[in-house]
């Protein structure tokens, strides 16, 4: 019984110092870990670094230049027809209006008046008056392109109103443009005055306003 115990206490001595051996190990692991200094970024590293941050930083400029060009060409698309003739609702009584004696339309309210020379012009060299109606902040694609297809349009009396004016909300309060039954509820019209028949046609559908403007 003595050799038994003398043996088991032995093998348990060597247990212990194999645990013992394998914690200081493990400490002499972590304590070298711990002491291992950081590295320093390398010279390169550092200067790809910066050429990264200066790629970034010329990206944003780039993105901003590009976004701000698009926005002042947004800008320039908001007035569609501003190379045309727009007249407001005095211009559009004086033309259209019973003079007193069953004649419509008034012209020589815009003799001598310089602002008006290029209305007077068309207005002396043509039979028709076209007068469009349209809303600057809903243009009509379709309808825009039929006038911009007019290849003779700055020779017509082709004017423009745009309801989107202050101005032009008098347009369904004017008394002596009653006649032409302009309607409030519409976004485009198309008004055709023929001077010869002192006759007014007016059409509010897009449809047929461009069936009209594709007549010219």
């Known amino acids: 019984m003595a050799r ?37 970024p390398s010279k390169n590293e550092v200067m790809f670094f910066r050429i990264g941050m200066w790629a970034i930083a010329l990206t944003l400029v780039v993105v901003s ?3 701000l060009v698009q926005h002042f060409m947004g800008e320039e698309d908001a007035i569609p027809y501003e ?17 007193g004696y069953g004649v ?4 020589s309210y815009f003799d001598g008046k310089d602002a008006y020379a290029d209305l007077r012009a068309v207005l002396n060299s043509n039979d028709f ?19 911009e297809g007019l290849a003779n349009i700055d020779e017509m009396a082709f004017l423009f109103i745009d309801l989107d004016l202050a101005d032009s909300a008098n347009l369904f309060t ?20 023929d001077i010869n028949a002192q006759s007014f046609q007016l059409e509010t559908r897009a449809s047929d306003i461009i069936i009209e403007i594709n007549k010219l």
Not at 83 to 99: A, C, E, G, W
Not at 133 to 142: A, G
Not at 178 to 189: Q, V, Y
């Open 4 to 40: 038994v115990q003398a043996s088991s206490s032995k093998t348990k001595g060597n247990q212990k110092n194999q645990v013992n051996t394998l914690q200081k190990n493990v400490v002499t692991k972590k304590n070298g870990m711990k002491a291992s200094p950081q590295r320093e």
């Open 65 to 67: 230049i590009v976004l």
């Open 83 to 99: 190379d045309y003739i727009h007249i407001n609702v005095s211009d559009l009584k004086y033309m259209t209006q019973d003079d």
């Open 104 to 107: 419509f339309g008034d012209f």
């Open 129 to 147: 008056v076209y007068v469009y109606f349209y809303r600057s902040s809903d243009v009509n694609l379709d309808i825009k392109a039929a006038i």
């Open 174 to 193: 004017t008394t002596q443009i009653a006649h032409l039954n302009l309607d409030s509820t519409k976004d485009n019209m198309f008004l055709t005055f």
